[in-house]
Structures are given as C-alpha cells and as structure tokens.
Nanobody, 123 residues
Framework: QVQLVESGGGLVQAGGSLRLSCAASGRTASKHVMAWFRQAPGKEREFVAANSWIGSSTSYTDSVKGRFTISRDNAKNTLFLQMNSLKPEDTGVYYC????????????????WGQGTQVTVSS
C-alpha cells in the first residue's frame, strides 16, 4: 500500500507558474506509476499526466503538453508537476495518484489517491 500527500497548490495569475509535489510513503512507494489528475468545479476528474517508475516514460493530456512537466525523485519518493503558462481553465483540485505496485505504462488504473490540492488561476 502507498500513502500520498500533495502540496504546492495556490492562487496564481494567468501566465504564471506553480510546482506541485506529492510525497509517497509505503513499502513499495518507488514501484508505482504515478500520475496527476484534476477536477474543475462541476466537471469530472480528468487525467493530466503520468510518469513511469522504470525508464523515463511520461504521458500528458493534450491540453497541457508543452506547458506542464511531470517528474519524480525516486530517492525521495516524490512526484512533481511543474506547471507553466497557466490558464484559467487549469483551475481545479489536483490529485496525485498511484497505480498498483509494479504496474507499467500505459495504465489508467490508479488504486491510491491523495487528498488533493487546490490550484486557482485568475484571469
């Protein structure tokens, strides 16, 4: 099992940047596909980006390609999401998620979730 705790959300003007962090703990914390999802008010939760625990595979939803970068520090079991050129439509609660242990990309099955961190982008 793995526990996830996000941080780094906040209020930023359009065009600005934020960096989200997700600290993972648990015996297999470094052996999961990790991802970011977000949920805007009144909308369903959507996939944002994913990062493999082996190799350097990453995946992004089209709307964030070229603006967001997902990365991880395996030594610290921490996942990051660097968000640049933010837009008002990026506003939402951002969730960190982890697959089952030893899963490989591509996967859209995530078994563990953090509590979420609010990102608000003003116009």
């Amino acid at each position: 099992q793995v526990q996830l705790v996000e941080s780094g959300g906040g209020l930023v003007q359009a065009g600005g940047s934020l960096r989200l962090s997700c600290a993972a703990s648990g015996r297999t914390a470094s052996k999961h596909v990790m991802a970011w999802f977000r949920q805007a008010p009144g909308k369903e939760r959507e996939f944002v980006a994913a990062n493999s625990w082996i190799g350097s595979s990453t995946s992004y939803t089209d709307s964030v390609k070229g603006r967001f970068t997902i990365s991880r520090d395996n030594a610290k079991n921490t996942l990051f999401l660097q968000m640049n050129s933010l837009k008002p439509e990026d506003t939402g609660v951002y969730y960190c998620a982890a697959s089952g242990a030893f899963a490989t990309m591509p996967t859209r099955k995530f078994d563990y979730w953090g509590q979420g961190t609010q990102v608000t982008v003003s116009s």
